[in-house]
DNA sequence: ACTTTTCAATCAATCGTTTGATTAACTTTG
DNA sequence: CAAAGTTAATCAAACGATTGATTGAAAAGT
């Protein structure tokens, strides 16, 4: 039984996943997890030997995972910088709404002012996307392609921020925009378009007509 | 001692406030709040009643503050819609840096599933602000000054998201724009001018150039 | 004299973790 | 092939530590 202890390590993981998302790292307390996943709450301790560790398991399949998709659009010479700023926004986008739990999870992590060996390496994780973007949007300058007073960092800022406020606090944003956040359906069906049409429009009038004073 | 009871107690909030937005709700113990305040550990439920009551009383110190800044920029009528959404950027920024630990608190909270007394009066803090915003957007669109085809809400997303990605993932934000974001002193003279300016140009552009296709 | 505030001590409950026994699965051996 | 032996997986029970909260008495204030 190689295969089938694969498969409950990874159940307990996507439990996991979803249970501290939802109640937060210290809010999640290991028999809820346990409880949730169908396991004795020993085989927690037993398959990753705290639950620091559950957590840490947690990251590192998620990073692997992620490592295999990244793809590299910056060093693509033959398209304009713009296309591959369109590139990226698709990309992001279409990885953020993959791994919601996770992805809420993260930034929980990233509030509090622990620093343990998870918070480093989702830092790490980060600056991947932000100097894959940064690359990107310095070419644009360089070619001209782009305005020069541009606020790259802040850009990401916004990107990150905008996909966090709508996915983090689905209490308001279900609010606001009249349907149910935590449902994934919605998230894919109207959220992910909806915010990739207006990302892209967003991203673009500030980087084609951002020193443009004509109105 | 009715002024120094007052005092003793508004002070308790204060670290109270700190201590939550640094371990989280949960991750934040009695002793540790306590501990911080320099104040016997019963004196938190002397005087709140309970943890969950700390947090509460903690909101209803910065609702009221709060009700007291809110300007109708929405119903003034000499100026222009873009001037408005100007001073709402101006004001927003202004009143969100003033409440650092506050904010950190409030999202914390919103980011997990439990629905307290806190967490809905939080929403309907938020849905105050939003609904200035909005009103302010669909009049400079009736009267012609904005693109059509612009997503309100979605550009909401964007400045609250923005800013709370600066504020909220510190160990991130530190490392991308290169001083610490946990200091006071920095956000004041460094991040606060910046997004201001940023933010300003970021929409003008979307408002203003959405529907521009000439470049 | 009386009320309010402060405190150390303690409460029951819950926390993450460990234990030792039991069961299941696989390997070796006769 | 089947019995014995070995390892891995699972479980109920319990561990010490910490949690939020309460107590009743002492101290301070009026």
Chains 1, 2 share one sequence.
């Not at 709450?41 to 705290?50: D, H, P, Q, R, T």
């Not at 918070?119 to 940064?134: A, C, V, Y």
């Not at 990401?156 to 921020?161: E, V």
């Amino acid at each position: 039984m190689e295969k089938e202890k694969t498969d409950k390590k990874d159940h307990i993981l996507d439990v996991a996943e979803r249970v501290f998302a939802e109640h937060g790292f210290d809010g999640a307390s290991t028999r809820l997890i346990s409880g949730e996943a169908g396991v004795n709450m020993a085989m927690l301790n037993y398959y990753f030997g705290s639950k620091e560790g559950l957590l840490l398991a947690i990251f590192e399949r998620r990073t692997t995972m992620f490592h295999g998709l990244i793809q590299n659009i910056g060093n693509t010479e033959s398209i304009s910088s713009w296309q591959k700023v369109e590139m990226y926004i698709e990309a992001y986008i279409n990885r953020m709404f993959n791994n919601n739990c996770f992805q809420k999870m993260l930034y929980q992590e990233l509030a509090l002012s622990r620093k343990t060996e998870v918070t480093d390496k989702i830092t790490q994780l980060l600056m991947l996307n932000i100097t894959e973007f940064r690359k990107i949007i310095h070419e644009g300058i360089e070619r001209g392609e782009f305005g020069s007073d541009l606020d790259t960092d802040m850009m990401i800022a916004t990107l990150f921020g905008t996909k966090n406020f709508l996915v983090n606090t689905p209490h308001v944003s279900s609010l606001m925009f009249g349907f149910d956040m935590t449902d994934q359906a919605n998230l894919d069906d109207k959220l992910k378009p909806r915010m990739k049409n207006y990302l892209t429009k967003l991203l673009k009038a500030y980087l084609l007509h951002e020193n443009d004073n004509s109105k």
